[in-house]
């Protein structure tokens, strides 16, 4: 949310009041919008509406980028990870399988079912040469930093 | 099965103040905890955590769960969009009798502890014979 510049120079009636507020306020309704409206897809990390989104780290280091996912819970086989052009997109299922079959639930804290999250790669990478390992509910996807955009599909291997 | 035994099992989860020789964060890990006939089962979500690295423990009525994670090396890492810390995992929960605790188990698997504690044979549903006259 851009900050609304101060003016002193009254001579300059490019800011009035009216329209000062008025940029204001629609600056709140944009945001209020984007929270009650598009609450999934402005804050992705904290959608309740029954699915739920993994949290990601994304950072650079040496030569790579590396994205971390946290996927307690999933292995390598509900994971699918694929990459075209600058997007990388996870999504897969957690399963709770056997954990609801019989018996009271007392507290219920952790999320299951679908997720999808996409991100845009923030660096030239080299999608043929990504490697994702999964272990210990750690989704890790490894990138080589060139220039490249070819769509390309990552095989998950399992963590040790 | 008997709720109202049930609702006095696991109180809710106490504040985390555990004593901390590092700098790194503590976080409270989220748990589902189900009751079933014989055993209180607790799911917890400790991603990052290698199986080595659990630590469990269950005194006086106090279970106790641990996930150490290993400081990470920062040097020469720039971070991008960072949506989660990474630090240890440690939880504390109070158990009534109703669980047995020479007979606590637990699994960890792809980042997820699964703590079985099966409860004492009274605390078991048991059918009652109905004698007639």
Known sequence: MSLIPWRRKHEQSDVL????????????DRLFERFFGDFETAFPELSAGGA???SLEVSE???DL?????????????????VSGSILTISGEKR???????????????????????????A???ADKVTAENANGVLTIRFPRTATSRPNRVKVLPGK | MSTEMATNCCTQPTEVNAERTRSTATYSPAVDIVESANELTVYADMPGVRPEDVEIQFENGTL???????????????????EYGVGDYYRTFQVSEV??????????ADGVLTLHLPKVAQARPRRIEVKGK
Request: no cysteine; proline share 4%.
């Open chain 1, 96 to 122: 709770d399988e056997l954990e609801r079959r019989d018996g009271v639930t007392y507290v219920s804290e952790r999320h299951f079912g679908r997720f999808q999250r996409s991100i845009e790669l923030p």
């Open chain 1, 52 to 54: 739920w989104m993994p």
């Open chain 1, 124 to 126: 030239a990478v080299d």
């Open chain 2, 99 to 108: 669980v047995d605790a020479g007979g606590i188990s637990a699994d960890y």
């Open chain 1, 61 to 63: 280091a040496g030569n």
């Open chain 2, 64 to 82: 106790t769960i641990r996930g150490n994670v290993a400081d990470r090396q920062d040097e020469g890492t720039r971070f991008l969009r960072r």
């Open chain 1, 17 to 28: 009041p009216g329209r000062a507020v008025g940029a204001l306020r629609s600056e709140f």
């Open chain 1, 66 to 82: 590396i994205v971390k996912a946290e996927l307690p819970g999933v292995d390598a086989r509900n994971v699918e990870v694929t």
